[in-house]
């Protein structure tokens, strides 16, 4: 996919209104202390909204692009890990309180469809839950896209309902 | 009755019209189309060769040495490598001295790459369509949703059986499953780094293809499965494919299963009975 960090950078002040987009130092898959980044350009972003990463992506630099309530990522949207000359990976669903619950990884090699267990990744082989979790993600990539799309920034938008469209695919 | 080669032929070979006749011939046993045994080396049958060779060599040279591995396996690979339902397709099982195709230097079985040329794998192969999966097997069920729900046909659902194929578990047809147990058991002969890394996104799911309110999933007869390969999905339709998928799939086709690489839209992680295997599975229920 084609949307960088920086199309998440380019969002307006009418789409920060209605989007929790925090910038994060991943420390730990439980308790991670959001710290706004001053250089990125996005300077309102609120620094109180916390999400817990997969071991994974600690020490990566995290986004959220999504609702958050009470200081939480919350709802759904997509998180994107970089770190170093690495390409991004994202991933598109569910976040209850800060906590990852289900979605799909989209990563250089592939999808890697998930559910949560105390905040680690669980991978998928029943069918139903996988196409399940394709779904959800698909959803998500939708919502990041309206926001977007409400913050007229239409690359953004496209970008982000093209990867609706192939997570949906995905699964026959 | 065994058979030599006085040259090489093929793409800067001798040429020598017995042996570009005795090689015609093979070809053309081995499923392969190098036109008339004629004795001359023409376009026909150095594509002829080089289709071959996709079966077995990541970089079909278009060249048969005299003592080299395609004429090994022209001259006496037939049937080998065979699953328990007998051999499909151009491909014939392994022989001292092929060249198999090779893993990736770094080690990394998920690495995308291009999908390979269409001329290099399902070679003798064909996917099978809607209509003949209904033709062969009846409908798997009365009703169809976009959700996976079990299949409620009484004469295919008592062929159906859930097995430990190798590193995972797949549920599908019998002999179907079977056929699975023999292409997973080459592949760990063949790559014993990749095998435990292969995993299932699911074989059997009675359910309309993707967007569809008619077309019904091949997943719906348990004779289609889908791969992942350390739990990572290959990408649908993005034209490439998992550097370890290009190394099962030579084995999967030999045992007949159609490789959805080739389809339309690209789907790497999908493998499928071939109209062959399908009939011969067919005619294996019980």
């Known amino acids: 996919m084609t949307v960088a960090i920086a199309a998440a950078m380019r969002i307006t002040r009418a789409a920060r209104a209605m989007t929790c987009a925090v910038l994060l130092l991943a420390a730990s898959p439980l308790a991670l202390v959001a710290t706004a980044n001053a250089d990125d350009g996005v300077k309102t972003r609120p620094a109180d909204c916390r999400l817990a990463v997969p071991s994974s992506w600690r020490g990566w630099q995290i986004e959220w692009i999504g609702p958050c309530t009470s200081g939480a990522a919350n709802g759904a949207g997509v998180a994107i890990a970089t770190a170093g000359g690495r390409p991004p990976e994202r991933f ?46 698909a959803s998500a990539a939708r919502d990041v896209s309206s926001r977007f799309k409400a913050a007229r920034n239409t690359q953004a938008a496209r970008d982000y309902a093209e990867a609706a469209e192939r997570l949906e695919n995905q699964m026959d | 009755m065994i058979m030599k080669l006085t040259g090489s032929v093929g793409v800067g070979g001798n040429n020598i019209r017995p042996d570009v006749i005795m090689v015609q011939q093979l070809l053309t046993q081995r499923g392969q189309r190098p036109g008339a045994a004629d004795g001359i080396c023409g376009p026909r049958t150095i594509g002829a060769i080089k289709a071959f060779q996709a079966t077995f060599l990541r970089m079909p040279d278009g060249l048969v040495s005299a003592n080299g591995p395609t004429w090994q396996r022209l001259n006496g690979g037939a049937g080998g490598g065979a699953g328990p339902l007998g051999p499909i397709g151009a491909g014939v099982g392994p022989l001292p001295g ?52 079990p299949m409620n046909n009484a004469a295919l659902k008592r062929n159906v059986v859930t097995e430990a194929v190798g590193s995972f578990k797949a549920t599908g047809l019998r002999p179907a499953v079977m056929s699975l147990k023999q292409v997973y058991g080459d592949i760990a002969s063949s790559y014993p780094q990749l095998a435990p890394r292969i995993g299932t996104a699911g074989m059997l799911c009675c359910r309309h293809q993707r967007r569809s309110q008619t077309a019904i999933s091949n997943h719906s007869w348990g004779t289609a499965i889908d791969l992942t390969i350390n739990g990572v999905l290959d990408k649908y339709g993005d034209g490439k494919v998992q550097v370890g998928l290009t190394l099962i799939a ?17 789907d790497g992680m999908h493998f499928e009975a071939s109209v062959d295997l399908a009939q011969k599975i067919k005619g294996q229920l019980a």
């Open chain 1, 92 to 137: 598109y669903g569910i976040v209850t309180s800060g906590e990852m619950t289900e979605g799909v990884f989209d990563i250089p090699d592939g999808y890697r469809p998930a559910r949560f267990e105390k905040g680690e990744p669980v991978a998928l082989d029943d069918r139903n839950q996988i196409i399940a979790a394709f779904r959800v993600a």
């Open chain 2, 98 to 149: 092929a060249q198999a195709p090779m893993p990736p230097k770094d080690g990394n079985m998920t690495t995308p790459v291009p999908r390979p040329a269409s001329n290099t794998f399902n070679i003798g192969l064909k996917a099978i369509s809607n209509a003949m999966m209904k033709s062969l097997f009846g409908m798997p069920r009365d009703t169809f949703t976009q959700e996976c729900q």
């Open chain 2, 250 to 266: 030579p084995i999967f086709n030999r045992h007949g299963w159609y490789w959805g690489a080739a389809f339309g839209t690209e």
